[in-house]
């Protein structure tokens, strides 16, 4: 519901960062149901796909949820499957737990493996999203807000929220173009390029 016309007007505008983190917590529509979670799996779809139509695309963040009382194996592989299409580059995955006076709270929960199993391939699917998101940023130019200078190495992040790293002229605070050429870690290296004048 706040990813609206309003928005997308925001993100046409070049200064305007190419990273938007829009929470799923499932994506099968009984299990946000019983969330109480006000869209489908459909619906939130609809609302996030033509953000990446816009000039230069937008990368989503995502969280989800597994284990949640009334998932499934069927609502557990949706989810999955949510994860798996290339649609997130960067994902947060939590194993569901109780909070005290939620009607949740009050369901029998999953088996403590069944949870952990499902936990173990959402973390993997995430890994294997981020690690597409880095790859995709490999030999093509960036602009980079530039955090800190650590092992003789300039640090951090692009408008669509990938770390760099990486070697040449810089200043802590800058925004500057930089071209990456590998994947180092949870990050891709590469090299400055220049400066972006505002």
């Known amino acids: 519901r706040h990813v609206d016309e309003e928005l997308v007007r925001a993100l046409r505008q070049p200064r305007v960062a190419r990273h938007l983190h829009v929470p799923l917590q499932s994506a ?23 953000l990446q139509d816009l000039p230069g695309g937008v990368m989503l ?10 998932e499934d194996e069927a609502a557990f592989a949706r989810t999955l499957e949510a994860l798996e299409s290339g649609l997130f580059g960067r994902v947060h995955v939590f194993a569901w737990s109780p909070r005290p006076g939620t009607a949740a709270a009050e369901l029998p929960p999953l088996s403590p493996a069944v949870v952990k199993r499902r936990l173990r391939r959402a973390l993997a699917a995430a890994e294997a999203a981020a690690l597409a998101a880095r790859r995709a940023a490999l030999g093509r130019e960036a602009e980079v807000l530039v955090e800190e200078r ?20 810089a200043r802590r605070g800058e925004l500057v173009t930089a071209v990456a050429d590998e994947l180092a870690g949870s990050a891709v290296g590469g090299r400055v390029t220049g400066t972006v004048r505002s």
């Open 150 to 169: 650590r092992d003789g190495l300039w640090r951090g992040y692009s408008s669509e929220y990938i770390r760099y790293e990486l070697y040449g002229t």
């Open 28 to 50: 099968d529509d009984r299990v946000l149901r019983d969330m109480r979670r006000p869209y489908t799996w459909q619906g939130y779809l609809a609302a996030v796909r033509g």
């Open 61 to 70: 963040s995502t969280d989800v949820i597994v284990g949640y009382p009334t």
